[in-house]
């Protein structure tokens, strides 16, 4: 027979979890998915033990796979999409004029602009910091400029184009925890991303003013890229139609999927034409992701291409969003099991008697989000896990998904960079040669995102409510 479980058979597969991959993952450096199925087995335990059968927790995980389908078809969908940009030449292009307009003057307030718009246009703050940022670096280096202050300007800027990027698999999994609308979380964030930055803009513009009178040239491995993607590459101005249908298909709000597919199309068509890529490597960048070899023009050797200029073009493919959907799958099948046991509604149901107000709902997310980021140091996780936990709290408060793939956003993904054991802040302090703990301070937006989130929460403004459950009841 059936049974409500207790506090402690409710909140114990947490703890559980919480342990497997703060030791297995943050200590050992064991593979998440794994170890979230040993929660999911020790959840199983706990369900059976509340009369559940195997059956019922298998429904409980068909029906999460099945809510999230749609969005993780989009999730692949991006991936195409970034290797079909890639090989028509548009991101190159982006970067290469990007990188042109480049004035060493302010380098602090210009790292944090250019590795945003980098990152925008590429979809990954890794691809950021690990091409423009290190070419950042070099220029910081030669002005004397304050070389901490320049890497957290970088980790920044790579992290607010991430966090806005439709090209960003962070960027697709929030929505997906949370059960909002891409476009309609990219806009939402507007809200807490923009004031962050802004913030963070006039702190980097005063830091800045002290080496605003020097000149230096620029890294001889930054004029190697130009020169590299200028030879790899045709540009035309064609190039921009493929972003340009995304963006009237946002405007227009017609549906996701069909508007990321003819983009992807579209830039194929243009490989092909434009660049002379033939349709067996179009399709290759599709499922793979773009190569250099696939380059075949007069005067470009591959093998003399620098690791910088591989980093950034070696992107793309449906196979690059494998690990993304594997974690998301293995977090819903725990998920699955605890919502069918009542695990998730006891838990949820004992979370309240301390949530009064919306501030208090926003604030017990971005401290969720935070202790899932400490203890995995894993973007993807932080997302995920808290996501699924407070889901049906916000559709009870009359709160619109996309204020929950918001925070999840502000406290989970852009935090990862700022903690020394993530894998995040290991490859950016690695990356840019400046421990994460000298830039963590400078890296404004990280944090000042949460708390421009948790300041909306208790004062309402851009707090937006579901408009359906208020009509339904």
Known sequence: MKRKPNLFEAFSPIAVMLLLLAIGFGVFGLNPEP????????????????????????????????????????LISIGILIGTWMISGTIPMLIYYGLELINPTFIVLIAFVVSAIISIV????????????????????????????????????AYFGDKLSPLSDTTNLAPIAAGSELYEHIKHMMWTTVPAAIVSMVIYLIAGLSIADKEVTAPETMTTMLTTLNTMFSWNILLLLPPALILFGALRKYPTLPVIIFSSILAGVLGMIIQGFSLKDVFASAVSGFDVSMVNKSGFEAASVIPEVLDLVHQGGMQSMTSVILIAFSAF???????????LEVIIEYLLKFVKRTGDLILTTVLSCLTMALVT??????????????????KMKNLAAKNLSRTLEDSGTVIVPLIPWSSAGVFMAGTLGIPTLSYAPWAILCYVGFIFAIILGYTGIGIAKDLKEEQAN
């Not at 199925?37 to 099945?66: N, P």
């Open 35 to 74: 170890l979230l199925i040993l929660s999911s087995v020790y959840a199983g335990f706990i369900a059976l033990r509340l009369g559940f059968s195997w059956e019922d927790m298998m429904k409980g995980i068909q029906e999460k796979v099945s809510l999230a389908m749609p969005a993780i078809l989009i």
């Open 122 to 157: 590429t979809g990954t703050s890794w691809g950021s910091v690990g091409t423009v940022g290190v070419a950042l670096m070099g220029i910081a280096t030669g002005l004397e400029a304050n070389l901490p202050a320049t890497a957290g300007a970088i980790v920044a800027g």
């Open 333 to 343: 099948a725990f998920a699955g099991i605890m919502t069918k046991s009542g695990a």
């Open 377 to 394: 140091g894993n973007s993807y996780l932080s997302i995920i896990v808290p996501g699924e936990m407070f889901k049906d709290t916000y």
